[in-house]
């Protein structure tokens, strides 16, 4: 690939892990930017000594009576383009704000791009740093934040920052910087552990994320604007990720591609939950105090960073109450909220017009001018939570997230495929899972060679539930409408004939016969006449059902409890469509394939560990979820 390909194939895909947040280069005609704003670059220093480049672009009526605040993003994505000279064809999170005028910094972080320092991926957080060389993304983001406000000519001392998936990390990280110039922070899609965001979901490993590696485990070797690990990218023949994966055989078989790539080695030496993964994560270390105002942003398609934004929010949440803190979940994939398309689509659904502008203008540009140009206090005029109902096909606000009025309904998985609020007969239900004939994650494979997932959170899911290896359970055609708002728990009874297995939920809306085509579906041969659309859906091995610590194997055909939690729901079933469950066992090429042996370590088992096994559902298993009360029609 030539100079910035990698993000220009992110770009082009329209997501990517952790989508590249880069500015794209301005085309030769002038821009907004090169009209209307000045840029210097600069290096910044951090306190061990180690400088960071930084793009700064100011606005050209800038002046010591006439200041503006800074809005800063820190990416490992590259700030690019590079050149006093050169501009993007945009600044900072939406035209909205651009024009309205801010100091917008974008920053390649420590070890990336133009930057010096060694590149550690989720760079662990150091609580109580002992001296200089104690250095994390908060003190990184604290010093640049100290530098910018005292080296910049015409800002008014306000500092807000945003970022969308790896950025959004760096994001939700340097809150913890606590700056006092930091008034404004807003995490999008923000990775918050790599043990349950992007690389793996509750443990399991996303091998649809397998040609990510090269660009999180390359070190370069000096200050550079062009890619370095372009060499190491896999680059196979195939088109068809499904086939070229399972061809691929075990993942040890990786290790011819990624033998020298020091993030691969991580990740297979480290398969479970141990100190290494641990002190990457975020969540943990929010407490009491967080003085930036905080708005986390989501997606409830968002096929890669879905936990981030309620993991970090609900972590603010309980840990430092009070904090203005906020949270904005909308109908969109990853990132997708930060470009307008027009109609406002995933996979076949179509949700509306002009979401992401109504968005960028009246949540997101409103919250920055409040904390950075308004008063700054805590009634900036938006809600505890601005969530799109999926399903109405509309934005609610909550004045807390889950709901004080949701209620916990069980969903019980009846052997006979009914979804009942009452327990049936506990009796079981069989089906044979084989690693070497996986359950597809999705009907389009023109899909599964991207870089990551993405339409297959609301994609049509009949191809599965036709296969004898996925179980079915639905409810009658429902009278009402029903919103399932809030948090969903899976509560599965089970048994296996091996000893592991990966157990898949998934929750559908199944539409009724008569519902028309829209007029923007992109696949025309697909029918929303009794379409089933993924609303949520989670994965979890087995060995971790006590301790993602200490896996344990299962017991063949003993019935075990296995728990987990779906990312929170905000979906109207509406009247005439039913509720459905699937319960699957494999979910390939998303999910690595389970060996359904238990071994010490996945990533290193054989092709002999892989085996057909006999797995088992019971009855008594159910979905806890939350339902909101039904809205009396108007008077």
């Known amino acids: ?77 590259s700030v690019a383009p590079y050149g006093p000279a050169r501009f993007p064809a945009r600044l900072g999170p939406s035209e909205t704000m651009m024009k309205q005028g801010y100091i917008f910094v974008y920053q390649d972080v420590r070890g990336r791009w133009k930057s010096q320092g060694t590149w550690t991926n989720m760079t ?56 006092p110039a930091l008034k404004a922070s807003s995490p999008q899609a923000p990775v918050s552990d790599f043990f349950f965001d992007d690389f793996h979901h509750n443990g399991a490993f996303l091998e649809s994320y397998i040609f990510t590696f090269p660009v999180f485990g390359v070190q370069k070797t000096d200050t550079t604007s062009t890619a370095w690990y372009n060499a190491q990218l896999i680059k196979p023949a195939a088109k068809d990720g499904y086939q070229f994966l399972l061809d691929l055989g075990p993942l040890k ?47 409830w398609f968002d096929a890669e960073d879905l936990r981030g934004p309620l993991a970090i929010y609900h972590a603010i949440e309980k840990k430092s109450p009070g904090t203005y803190n906020t949270l904005v979940m909308g109908p969109f994939g990853h990132g997708r909220w930060s470009r307008e398309t027009g109609h406002t689509m995933h996979s076949n659904v179509y949700f509306g017009d002009s979401i992401a502008t109504f968005y960028q203008k009246n949540i997101e540009a409103k919250f920055f001018a409040h904390f950075l140009k308004g008063n700054g206090d805590k009634n900036s005029g938006l809600p505890e939570a601005y969530l799109y109902d999926t399903g109405k096909k509309q934005w609610d606000t909550f004045a807390q997230w889950p709901a004080a009025a949701a209620t916990h309904q069980k969903l019980y998985l009846s052997p006979d495929g ?15 899972s084989d690693p070497l004939k996986p359950v597809p994650y999705t009907e389009d494979l023109t899909t599964t060679m991207g870089f990551t997932p993405h339409n297959y959170m609301s994609e049509d899911q009949r191809f599965a539930g036709r296969r004898p290896d996925v179980l079915v359970y639905q409810t ?79 017991v063949a055909g003993q019935k075990t409890a296995v728990d987990f939690r779906l990312q929170d729901v905000l979906h109207t079933f509406k009247k005439g469509h039913r509720i459905m469950v699937q319960v699957q066992s494999t979910w390939f090429p998303f999910i690595a394939r389970n060996p359904q042996t238990f071994v010490p370590n996945p990533y290193k088992a054989a092709e002999s560990d892989y085996v057909k096994a006999t797995h088992t559902v019971f009855g008594d298993s159910f979905l806890d979820v939350q339902v909101l009360p039904a809205v009396p029609p108007a008077q």
């Open 476 to 554: 009658d055609v429902l009278a009402d409408d029903v919103t399932l708002g809030g948090e969903i728990m899976a509560n599965l009874k089970v048994a296996t004939s091996g000893t592991d297995a990966d157990w898949v939920v998934k929750l559908i809306d199944v539409y009724p016969a008569d519902e028309p085509n829209n007029p923007y579906m992109p696949n025309k041969s697909i029918m929303l006449s009794n379409y089933w659309q993924m609303v949520r859906s989670e994965v979890m091995p087995a060995r971790f059902r006590n301790s993602f610590e200490k896996p344990e194997a299962m």
């Open 418 to 432: 009914k979804l009942d609020k009452q327990p049936g007969a506990p009796g079981p239900v069989t089906f044979v």
């Open 1 to 77: 690939m030539k100079q910035f390909g990698i993000l220009a194939w992110l770009l082009a895909l329209g997501s990517g892990p952790l989508l590249a947040q880069a500015p794209a280069a301005a085309p030769a005609a002038a821009t907004y930017p090169q009209a209307h704003y000045t840029k210097q670059e600069v290096y910044v220093p951090m306190r061990d000594g180690t400088q960071l480049f930084t793009a700064i672009y100011t606005p050209k009526d800038a002046s010591a009576g006439k200041k503006y605040p800074i809005v800063m993003q820190r990416t490992c994505y």
């Open 124 to 179: 662990p957080v150091i609580d109580k740093k002992k001296g200089k060389k104690d250095v994390d993304e908060g003190s990184d983001t604290y010093d640049t934040i100290d530098w910018l406000v005292k080296k910049v000519a015409s800002n008014n001392g306000r500092v807000g920052q945003w970022g969308i998936s790896y950025p959004g990390f760096y994001t939700a990280a340097g809150i913890l910087s606590n700056h």
């Open 253 to 299: 078989n990786a290790d011819k591609y990624y033998a020298n790539n020091f993030f691969w080695q991580e990740t297979i030496d480290h398969p479970n939950y141990d100190e290494f993964w641990q002190k990457r994560g975020l969540p943990q270390h929010y407490a009491a105090g967080v003085k930036p105002a905080v708005m986390t942003v989501g997606g």
